[in-house]
Every structure is written in structure tokens, then in C-alpha cells.
């Protein structure tokens, strides 16, 4: 049996990134995770990554999401690429939408791995008309992983903004099972990290990891990190380990 380790966080831009990033580059470092999914990353932010995870693959196509919006690091010694693209779910943040990879592990098994980014509650539109836009990008996403993942062990992770209607989506109509519920724990809250967000008011557990296939979720944890006075984002991170079955 192989274990592996996933980490998703939602790097929040370049916001207060000089504040942030010493301790961004001592999480990745201590929590050295075999894969790493983030969301809201910028050319600047990923110049500090490459440098601070040398042992790291970053997957990385010819769309601009790539470098603007999401990005995912693998352990180069533990895993070879198959393959790699990105479902584009008709966003109003058109460069994003789910960015995936296949990958093989040492011992020859596949493993896919998704990593998405979903409109946030406060869109303009979404204020105006009251209409989500989450439910029509899960729906889309639910229904595209199936066509992609077929019947091989897969992860979906991110930020989804919502706690309840995309996992519940991708659940029913695509068989994700949220790696807390898989474990009946409750989903801690990932936002906002208060430390330096202004949005105090909401309190959500929008990140999320979920799973399917023959992969077993041994543990899952929201680590609330902080090093020298300062922490990762507005968000918390979420990690999972895994046994490959």
C-alpha cells in the first residue's frame, strides 16, 4: 500500500504578500506534502515556490489560469505526469476553472488530481440577481470529471466558496465523497483566517478535499499556522493523507 499526502490552499493573491511570505515558503517547507493544489497564485507567488520546492513538479499548460489562478506541485521523485489540462466551466473569472493532472505512482497506480476555484458569493452579479453562479460550475465540473476520471481513483480539492451546494453536486451526481465526512469529522472552518482579512463577518468551511475510487482518507486536518507573527492567507489550508488501495 502507498500513502500520500495532499495539501489545498488558496494563496489569496498578492495580498499582504510581503507580510506572508516567509511563512509561506516555512509551511511548505515543514509540511512537505507530496502534492501541493493552490488557488489564487500569481507569477510572484509561484517565482517563490519553484524556488522553496526544488524536489516539486509544477504542472503547467499553455492557458493563462496556469500562472494567474491555479497551479498544483507534485513530489518529482514519487509520481511520473500522463497527462494534464484544464475544463473550462464558462466563469465570469474566465481563466479559471478545473486544473488537472494524471499521474502514476511508484507503484504503478494512477491517481487524478483536480484542483478548482468557484465564484465567490459576492460577485456583482450575484448580488444584483440574487443567482448563484456555483451551482452551474459544479454541475458543469461534476459532469466533465466524470467523462475524465472514469472509474480511477481521483481528488477534487479547492476553494469551492459555497459549504454546501458544490459538494453536494459533486457527491450526487459524480460520487465525491468530502474527505471530513468520509471520516465523520466536522468540517472546520477555513475562512476567513482572521489575522488579515477584513470579512470577519462570514465564517464557512469552503475549502474542501473530496475523493473517490479506491483511495482510503486516513486523516484530514485544517492546520491553523502561523510562524513569526504572520500566517499563510485569508485562508486556512486543508490537508488530507491518503492510502492508495
Known amino acids: 500500500m502507498e500513502r500520500i499526502s495532499l495539501i489545498t490552499l488558496n494563496l489569496w493573491n498578492t495580498e499582504h504578500w510581503e ?4 511563512c509561506v515558503i516555512s509551511f511548505v517547507l515543514k509540511y512537505a506534502s507530496d502534492i501541493f493544489c493552490f488557488q489564487e497564485v500569481r507569477e510572484e507567488t509561484l517565482a517563490v515556490l519553484d524556488q522553496a520546492l526544488p524536489r516539486y513538479t509544477r504542472i503547467e499548460g499553455v492557458e493563462p489560469g496556469w500562472k494567474c489562478e491555479n497551479s498544483i506541485y ?23 476553472g478545473v486544473f488537472w493532472v494524471k499521474l502514476k505512482t511508484l507503484e504503478g497506480k494512477t491517481l487524478f488530481v483536480a484542483t478548482m476555484h468557484l465564484t465567490h458569493q459576492l460577485n456583482a452579479d450575484e448580488i444584483r440577481t440574487g443567482v448563484p453562479y456555483r451551482h452551474a460550475e459544479a ?10 476520471v472514469k472509474g480511477e481513483r481521483a481528488i477534487v480539492c479547492g476553494d469551492f466558496n459555497d459549504p ?8 450526487q451526481e459524480a460520487q465525491f465523497v468530502d474527505v471530513f465526512e468520509f471520516l465523520r469529522l466536522c468540517a472546520p472552518v477555513t475562512f476567513p483566517c482572521p489575522f488579515l482579512s477584513e470579512e470577519r463577518y462570514l465564517v464557512e468551511a469552503i475549502d474542501k478535499i473530496m475523493t473517490r475510487g479506491p483511495l482510503k482518507p486516513l486523516l484530514a486536518t485544517s492546520p491553523q499556522y502561523f ?6 492567507s485569508d485562508h486556512w489550508p486543508v490537508m488530507a ?5
Do not use: C
Open 19 to 22: 507580510k506572508r511570505k516567509e
Open 74 to 96: 507534485i513530489r518529482s521523485d514519487l509520481f511520473t505526469v500522463q497527462d494534464f489540462g484544464r475544463i473550462d466551466l464558462s466563469m465570469p473569472e474566465q481563466n479559471r
Open 139 to 148: 454541475h458543469m465540473a461534476a459532469k466533465e470529471l466524470n467523462l475524465l
Open 164 to 171: 454546501v451546494h458544490p459538494s453536494r453536486i459533486l457527491q
Open 227 to 232: 510562524h513569526n507573527g504572520s500566517v499563510l
Open 241 to 245: 493523507i491518503f492510502e492508495i488501495e
